[in-house]
């Protein structure tokens, strides 16, 4: 098993331009989530899916859209990037959270917004 | 709104030594869960331990332990016999059981250990 792996690894965007971060799960999870992790920070939740052809917002879900079409992606898309959006993003997947399965997290995207 | 509270930034330990890392939270649920994530530079996240509200034994997983007392809503990580492998940032969070089981993530703390 893979586990949670993400694409790109790092990325560094003009304000403006658009993008898309792939988040990809080998583990039939159910329940999929993107947060972001500013410097000194914990991490904040964007959006989340509680299973395919679902999305729902979390916190700070501005400037973000979602995808999930198949049950193992979950693609983030930034329309049109800000500075204010440079920051590390994960992604997370989980089985049966509400029975105290755990999220299994990707390794991050590092994206710079110039 | 749920929020998670660590109030030490930075904590440092002498190998071998104990060191208690301190998270409070608020909730007005009764039923939920807390975990305890590390992440090292790497910046993977990996779960250390997770304790189940209902719960009011401890959660241990080798080293480390919690100290959770639901009532003052405060769920405390001790690391015995630190490593220097157990330097790392770490991270309190709390979900609650609603239909999206979200993580609410702590600010932090720094922990450096001392060879």
């Known amino acids: 098993n893979a586990g949670v792996t993400q694409t790109p690894k790092f990325r560094v965007l003009k304000t403006g331009q658009s993008m898309t971060l792939l988040c990809a799960q080998d583990?039939?999870?159910?329940?999929m989530y993107w947060y972001r992790q500013d410097p000194g920070m914990g991490l904040r939740l964007i959006h989340y899916?509680?299973?395919?052809?679902?999305?729902a917002k979390g916190e700070v879900p501005d400037g973000y859209n979602v995808s999930r079409l198949k049950k193992q992606n979950f693609l983030l898309g930034l329309e049109s990037a800000a500075p204010s959006q440079t920051s590390v993003y994960f992604c997370a997947s989980s089985y049966r959270p509400q029975l105290g399965h755990e999220q299994y997290f990707g390794p991050g995207t590092r994206l710079t917004v110039t | 709104a749920q929020t998670v509270t660590q109030s030490q930034p930075e904590m440092s330990v002498q190998e071998a030594e104990t060191v208690t890392l301190s998270c409070t939270y608020d909730t007005s649920e009764s039923d939920y869960y807390l975990f305890w994530y590390k992440q090292p530079p790497s910046r993977q996240m990996i779960l250390v331990i997770r304790q189940e509200a209902y719960k009011q034994q401890n959660a241990t997983e080798n080293r480390f332990s919690v100290n959770f007392q639901k009532a003052a809503k405060s769920f405390s990580l001790k690391i015995s016999d630190s490593q220097l492998g157990d330097a790392a940032m770490y991270f309190c969070a709390y979900r609650m059981i609603n239909a999206g089981n979200m993580l609410t993530f702590g600010g932090g703390t720094r922990l450096m250990v001392k060879p």
């Open positions: 583990m039939n999870h159910e329940y």
């Open positions: 899916s509680v299973g395919e052809g679902t999305t």
